[in-house]
């Protein structure tokens, strides 16, 4: 029998669904990295997926061993669908890694103005630090992007 994770990397939406069906606790279980389902699926950008975890009930604060959460991984990978449900479901947006990073500081490191944008009309908080004392605005300025420095400025 295959697990969730793999389930999730194949692509298998109506096997998973059976899956949480029979064992709802499967749904936060996180593998040997410290991944959960949803993490996992989000990342892989499984939106339907995604969006079947959230319904079923995976925490979508839920962090990785390195303290990231879904909403980070696909705010680094730029899919800005998946962060709009993950939005739609209560994410925190102001959750830190262990390295003190949001997912605007994401955002701002990677260029993504859009999502950016998205964060910020959530409640984003443009004045949290990470764990070197750099703003999302600092990180934007480190790139090099306008667009998101005037998004960013206090």
């Known amino acids: 029998m295959h697990t969730i994770f793999d389930l999730i990397r194949q692509g298998e939406l109506s096997t998973i ?13 996180p593998d040997e990295k ?22 079923q009930g995976a925490n979508p604060n839920a962090q990785d ?20 449900l993950l939005l739609n479901h209560k994410t925190d947006v102001n959750i830190q890694n262990y390295s003190g990073a949001t997912a605007l500081i994401f955002a701002a490191t990677f ?11 959530q409640g984003a908080d443009k004045q ?8 999302a605005f600092d990180h934007a300025k480190m790139q090099g992007n306008q667009a998101l420095m005037d998004l960013l400025s206090l």
């Not at 669904?17 to 499967?26: D, G, H, R, V």
């Not at 410290?34 to 319904?55: K, N, Q, V």
């Open 17 to 29: 669904a059976s899956q949480i069906q029979n064992n709802s606790e499967i749904i936060n279980q």
């Open 128 to 135: 949290i630090k990470d764990a070197r004392g750099n703003l």
């Open 34 to 55: 410290g991944f959960s389902p949803l993490i996992l699926a989000s990342y892989l950008e499984h939106y339907e997926i995604t969006r079947l975890l959230l319904e």
């Open 65 to 84: 061993a390195a303290g990231n959460t879904a909403l980070m991984g696909v705010t680094f990978k730029g899919y800005l669908d998946i962060v709009r």
């Open 111 to 121: 260029g993504q103005v859009e999502i950016a944008r998205l964060l910020i009309a």
